[in-house]
Each structure stands twice: as C-alpha cells, then as structure tokens.
C-alpha cells in the first residue's frame, strides 16, 4: 500500500490506538503535565520546606533539586540555570541536589522520543499522549536520549517562576506590604524601601502558603542567565580534582568488594574453589553472587587480589559463541517472520529496480562497549532495615524498585543518594552492579560496603551496542538518486533492556531504523525496512542508540548513489531536502555546513572532504571532514558541524558537547570494537578498545541554528555522533578512492590512520 512521507502504517497506528485505549489515565496524564504544585516530602529534614518538586528551602536558603543525572555533560548546570533565572538566585548562591527519587521526575520526552510516531523530528498528538502516560505510570525518572534539556525546559522554568510567587507571597504575609509592590533580586524579595528579605529568612512562612497554578515564566528576552556562556557549577571542583564521584565515596567502618562474574553474559557458576582466596590478606568474607563471586575484604586492592586467586567452573554463554557466528545470526533475520511493521515505502522502488539493473551493497557496524572512565561501582549499606545506596546511575527510581524486589523492604526504607558520574554513555542505565551490591549487603549486613569492577570486569561484563547489518539497492537517475532501499538487521536494545528491568515493551523497537527510516529525504523510491534479530548478546543503549550505526550505513550508501549519479553530495542532499516545509530544518543545516566548510572549494593538496547528515533526537546536524592524506595514511584535519536545536540555554556548553560527540565518534569509527570468541569480550581494557589519541584531534567548528524556537528546544549530546562516522567514511572515499563497508575502518585494508 503506498503511504505519503513520513507517515505510519495502518497496523501500526491501530497499535498506538490499542495501547492508548489500554492505558487508563493517559489523557488525566496528558493534561496535566508538569504538577509543579506539588510538594514532596520524602526525604526532608526538620527545618525543610519544598516550595515545589524542584525547590527546596530552608534556613541556609534554597536548593535546587536536579533530578537528570550528570553524566559530564553539564547537565546540573543547565536545570541549575532554569530555575535560578525564574527564581532570581544570585549564582554564587546555587546548590544543587539529585532528591530523591520520585515518579514525579519522570522523563515523557524520552518516551515519546522512543514510540515510533515521532516522524521526522516532531512528535504528534498520539506520541505526546503516550510519553506523557507511560511515563508516569511507569514512574520513568530516567536520564539519556538527549532528553534532559527537551523534558526539564519548560517544567524547571514553570517550578521556579512559580516558588519565585511563593516567596513573594511569604514575604507578602510576613511584612504587611502587598503583594504588587515587591520584587525580587539575588536571592532575596525586596521591599519598597529597598530593604532585603532573604529567601531564607522566608522559609517557614513560605512552607504555609499554598502553592499557585498558572504561572508563567519569564519572556526569553528578560533572561539573564539563559541564552548565554555561564560558568559549570562542578567546574571549580572538577579542575581542582575535589569533586566526589561515586567512587570517591567514603563513610565510616567501610569495607571493600569486588565480584569476579561469568565473562559469558548469563551464563552460570558451575563450581568454585576459594581456599586460596580465603587465606589471602584483608579478606573479610567470600560470597555467591548471580552468575559469581564476590570477595569482602579491608581495601579494595586486597578484594581485587583475592578474586584473582578464586578458581571458577564457568558455564556456557547462551549465545553463539563467535562474532562471526553472531553476524551470521544476524544475515539470516532478512525474512519476513523478523520484519517489523515499523517502515517507509514512498513510490515503488520494486519498480524502480525492474526497468534499471540496481547498485547494491552490504554493510555492517560491530559490537561496541560504553567503557567510560569510572568503572562500575557502588556503595550499599543495609543497617537495621533501612538501605542505603551511593552511585552514579541514570534510573534512581528503577534502584528503590529492584532494592524493594531484593530485600522486601518498604521503598520509604530505601534511600538512593545519585553521585556524580565518570561518564556512562548509556552504561548507567543498567542496574547489574548495583544488584551485585546489594547482594553482598544482605550477606555481609551492617558497616557501608563499597563495592568496585576491575576495568577487566567492566569491559568484559559491559552490554554493548549491538552489532547490525544493512543491505542496499539503489538507481540513480539523470544525475540524480531515484531510488534506495534500506534493509536493517539487528537485535533489539529496547527488549533487552526493559527485560532486565522486568518491564514490558509492548511496541516494535524504533531504534533498530532510528537514524535511517525517519530521514527528510524526498528520494522519489525510498523504502526502509527494519528487521529485528534473535536475542544475541544482551545489549543496551550506547550513546545516540541505533542512529549510531545507522547514519553510517544509510549515509555512506546515499553518497555512494550521488556518486554514481555524478552529482556533488551537498547539492543533491540539499536538493532532497528542498520544497518541503517539515524538512526545512534540516536544508538549513545542510545549507550551513556548507557555508562553514567552503564546500565546493579546493581543500588544498592532497586533502578531500565528506559530507553527512542525519536526523536524529529530533535534532537535524550536518557534518564535514576534512582529511588530508599522508604518506599511505590518513590524518583527520578539520570538522565543520550544523545543528539545529530551537533554542540554545548556554553556547559554551552546546559547543563542547559536540565536539565532544565528534571527537568520541570518530574514535570509534577509526579503531573501536567488541569482539567475542567462545562466547566472552577479546577486548579487556583500553589498549585493546582505543579511542582517539590527542595528536589527532582536529579543529572542530561549531554552528548552532535556532530557526525552530523555544517550543521546539531539543538536547545536542546525542545528535552530533551518528553523522561523524559517515562524513569520515565518505572523505576516505573522496581522498583516495577506498569506499569502507564495515567499522571500525581499520578493518580496511588500505585505510590507516596518522
């Protein structure tokens, strides 16, 4: 059946109908989005007052409640900066805390990111329905998908201005002068007279005031820290190394732990042997943990010491035991029992392919790991039935749940203190090492355990983004593209990840097409088919998700096309894009880039450049590099980035998220990968998973568009790295002739890096 662009299949809409009708108190949910009037009081002390969710207060003054976690990515100072500017606190003044955990942080965008009715970067009526439902009901306090920013703009905004009225109303009641006649400034209400009431000095009399509706934050032209470079609130500590991150946790009477675990993913324990381990010094205890062992011992180096000594009888892996046996898996999933009824089929490419003999081509994207800086750990303490839990985690309110699940304590005896994070790239939004904690907590009861993976555990035991492969046929046309089919073979992270959470997921997983089937390309003969692949190894989300190893295959391909047409790979995106105003968007970016890069110009000898663009998190990013060939090598000189996200909340930070995606993308694309042989990871620490090296960074140029607005503000952490691989592939291609069909691109024969 032919469908017009961009739009969702019959089937596929009575799914969304189905689950709505299913879902009880969607629309209750959807008209009712932000509950900024309501205050909590889980986890206050004697003295605390919530002025709203987002807003505490107390006799040292107000502190902001950041529920999205900072991964590195500024994410504390960008919800510091929305409640601070409607809240008029002096920014020397700002404190900050995680909270407690609670559904009314739950994250709606991230769920209406992730329902396939999100077209084409704009989410319609069905889409905002379910994001706002299911993730209430779902109590979904989660942080990733670039979500942060688009979920927390307008409900921190609306939080602060309202407390702002709180306070204005405290003060209102406390001295006798009306309302209308005070203002605030610096963290304090000013009166006619000029004198100053802290906010502080107004914290009991603002705990009685009932909380208004209806208040409007501040016009963005009155802003005066939104819209421009502010200072990081963690920088000072973050440069001065005094900054606690979860594994900079110490309390009192702590011991120390490590686990050393089945490498093979699921598989079990046989047996073990730890009469060595038990005699070695500082070791306080050894105990079974899932699919393991974990040794309790004085100090961490002594715990790492003695599960070294453990000898274990290790099951098998519950997968095929090789890549290679794993991409096999996945080139037989291209049949119609694993199609998913997520597609786009504009014109008729079948068609197409019969009057002209088609191009065709195979890709592939391997397994890669998250592997970020801090290795996993936690800190758990269970004490006289309460339990309490330190860790950098991206799904705090998924911590109480499966502590409940594990001790049978009462959630309001469960307490999760979110730390600072070493990164994640999507590790954090799993909970293994955080079960394997409180494990060892239930066997080992009383003093705080804090317990801490090798890097050899970390990256053996990581879930990683999964392995894909695309297969392409495509016609071009008096200079032009005229037809494409995409076909996309690859396990699901969405099922993987929601069973381990023991959540349902009732819906086709998008991501195994995000990045390829939702982009604004008219091509006359486009279809794009996903295909979902047998459970392999147990995979999670990686930054940007499935548009990571998507961009890569749909954009080398079209720039193969474009270049079999003749035609010049900006011209004719730019063409594909034109005439359309839902891709407008998107042509402006692309129109951007090229103006940023010359593009058209001579690069200078021996140099070439790559072009690519992808949609993704709804956010439209144009790349350039720039290469120069050396020798029989390749050196990466210059990148040049478009994107578009509606409104920017601080330049200096946009800009260093994207250079930061551009610079980890290209890493991976020259280098990284995760292998697995008799069913464990080749790959144990960084010399064998090597990024980037600082000698090869290139000049990175940043330009963001705000064409789209305020309403339409979306996060930039993710956006940036799916087009990085494809322009890198395709400037390779332009510079010496060698088109990559696999990455990591060391995996070419002619291709190597300076």
């Not at 105003?581 to 070439?608: Q, T």
């Not at 994107?643 to 280098?671: C, F, R, S, T």
Request: aromatic fraction near 8%; hydrophobic fraction near 40%; proline fraction near 6%.
């Amino acid at each position: 059946m032919k469908r017009a662009r961009g739009t969702i299949s019959r089937r596929l809409a009575l799914l969304g109908a189905a689950g709505v009708a299913g879902g009880l108190v969607f629309g209750f949910y959807y008209t009712e989005p932000f509950r900024v009037n309501r205050r909590l009081t889980n986890g206050l002390k004697k003295g605390e007052h919530m002025l709203t969710p987002y807003v505490r207060i107390d006799q040292s003054g107000v502190t902001l409640i950041t529920p999205r976690a900072d991964l590195g990515q500024g994410a504390y100072s960008v919800q510091a900066a929305l409640l601070a500017e409607e809240l008029d606190i002096a920014w020397n003044d700002i404190k900050v805390d995680p909270g407690a955990p609670s559904s009314v942080y739950a994250n709606t965008t991230v769920v209406r990111e992730g329902v396939p009715f999100s077209v084409l970067g704009h989410f319609n009526s069905v889409a905002e329905i379910i994001g706002q439902g299911a993730g209430k009901i779902l109590g979904l306090e989660l942080t990733g998908g670039s979500s942060t920013v688009a979920d927390a703009c307008q409900k921190l905004r609306v939080a602060g201005a309202t407390a702002r009225e709180v306070l204005l109303l405290a003060a209102e009641k406390q001295t006798g002068v009306a309302r209308s006649k005070l203002v605030t400034r610096d963290s304090a209400v000013i009166l006619p007279d000029g004198s100053a009431l802290s906010y502080a000095s107004l914290a009991e009399t603002a705990a009685t005031i009932e909380v208004p509706s209806g208040i409007v934050p501040k016009d963005p032209k009155d802003w005066r820290y939104l819209g421009k470079p502010t200072q990081r609130i963690d920088m000072m500590a973050k440069c001065m190394g005094t900054a606690t991150f979860g594994i900079d946790i110490r309390l009192p009477g702590m011991v120390y732990a490590t686990v050393c675990t089945n490498p093979r993913l699921g598989g079990v324990l046989r047996s073990y042997d730890d009469s060595k381990a038990l005699k070695a010094r500082g070791v306080l205890k050894i105990v079974p943990v899932k699919g393991g062992v974990g040794v309790i011992a004085d100090n961490t180096w002594r715990a790492f010491e003695a599960a070294r000594q453990i000898e274990c009888r290790w099951g098998n892996a519950p997968y095929p035991a090789s890549s290679a046996a794993m991409f096999d898996a996945v080139r037989a999933s291209f049949v119609p029992e694993c199609r998913l009824i997520i597609s786009r089929n504009d014109g008729n490419v079948d068609a197409a392919f019969a009057a002209v003999k088609p191009i065709e081509a195979e890709y592939r994207v391997p397994y890669l790991a998250h592997a970020p800086l801090e290795p996993m750990n936690a800190v758990v303490q269970l004490r006289d039935g309460r339990l309490d839990i330190w860790t950098g985690t991206q799904i705090p309110a998924f911590l109480v749940k499966t502590a409940r699940e594990m001790t049978g304590l009462p959630e309001d005896d469960i307490h999760v203190h979110a730390q600072l994070c070493g990164g994640s790239f999507g590790r954090r939004l799993e909970d293994d090492y955080v079960r394997q904690s409180i494990e060892l907590a239930m066997a080992y009861q009383g003093p705080p355990i804090k317990m801490t993976w090798t890097r050899e555990e970390d990256m053996t035991h990581d879930l990683p983004r999964p392995l894909a492969v695309a297969r392409m046929r495509g016609t071009v046309k008096n200079r032009q593209v005229e037809a494409y089919d995409l076909a996309i073979a690859a396990p699901s992270v969405n099922a993987s990840q929601f069973s381990r959470l023991n959540l349902p997921f009732p819906l086709p997983d998008a991501a195994i097409v995000a990045g390829a089937w939702d982009q604004p390309f008219a091509i006359p003969n486009y279809r794009v088919r996903g295909y979902r692949v047998p459970e392999l190894v147990p995979v999670s989300s990686w930054r940007s998700v499935g548009a990571s190893g998507n961009a890569f295959m749909h954009e080398c391909f079209l720039d193969e096309l474009i270049h079999a047409a003749g035609a010049d790979p900006l011209e004719e995106r730019l063409r594909l894009c034109a005439n359309n105003p839902v891709y407008e968007p998107s042509y402006k970016v692309l129109k951007a880039v090229g103006e940023m890069s010359n593009w058209g110009s001579n690069p200078g000898a021996n140099r070439a450049r790559g072009l690519a663009f992808t949609l993704s998190f709804g956010v439209p990013v144009a790349e350039v590099v720039e290469v120069e060939k050396v020798g029989d090598a390749i050196a990466i000189r210059r990148v040049f980035v478009a994107a578009e996200v509606g409104k920017v909340l601080d330049p200096d930070n946009l800009k260093n998220q994207v250079e930061g995606a551009v610079i980890w993308a290209l890493g991976h694309a020259m280098n990284a990968e995760l292998t697995y042989e008799d069913g464990q990871a080749m790959q144990t620490n960084y010399h064998q998973y090597e990024g980037m090296r600082l000698y090869q960074a290139p000049q990175i140029e940043v330009r963001p568009l705000e064409n789209t607005g305020l309403e339409h503000i979306r996060g930039i952490g993710e956006p940036a790295v799916p087009p990085a691989a494809p322009a890198l592939a395709n400037a390779i291609f332009a510079a010496t002739n060698n088109r990559a069909y696999e990455l990591p691109l060391i995996r070419h024969p002619n291709i190597r890096f300076v």
